[in-house]
């Protein structure tokens, strides 16, 4: 079944010149099994297609239940450069957890 990422994980996010860094994580050990499989750098880049322009890299940290996630080239050039008037990288994380991902409907956090 298709499922948000918010009903599965949690996320924070920050940036550090045009680079985006975002901290994924599952509440479960089952639940980051389906992440490390199916947040994939394809998928995240298809995601982010308006604003990442360049390598999405991730990093499995299984000590953690976390991926470790960087966008290159994703913030206008970063805070002293973009025009934005929002906080660059602040907000990545909650756009991530709308992405959707293929998920079992057995997982922890989607039984009632």
């Given at each position: 079944m298709k499922v948000p990422l918010w009903k599965i994980a949690h996320a924070r996010s920050g940036d550090k010149a045009d680079r985006a860094d975002i901290g994924l994580f599952a509440w479960d050990a089952p639940t980051y099994a389906v992440l490390k499989r199916e947040?994939?750098?394809e998928r995240i880049a298809a995601?982010?297609?308006?604003?990442c322009h360049g390598a999405v890299q991730i990093w499995p940290l299984d000590n953690i239940l976390a991926l470790k996630i960087v966008l290159d080239s994703a913030l206008q050039?970063?805070?002293?450069?973009?025009?934005r008037t929002d906080n660059l990288g602040k907000?990545?994380?909650?756009a991530l957890l709308r992405m959707e991902i293929e998920a079992p409907a057995d997982l922890p956090r989607l039984t009632p």
């Open positions: 947040v994939t750098a995601h982010f297609t308006h604003i050039g970063g805070a002293a450069r973009s025009l907000n990545i994380a909650a």
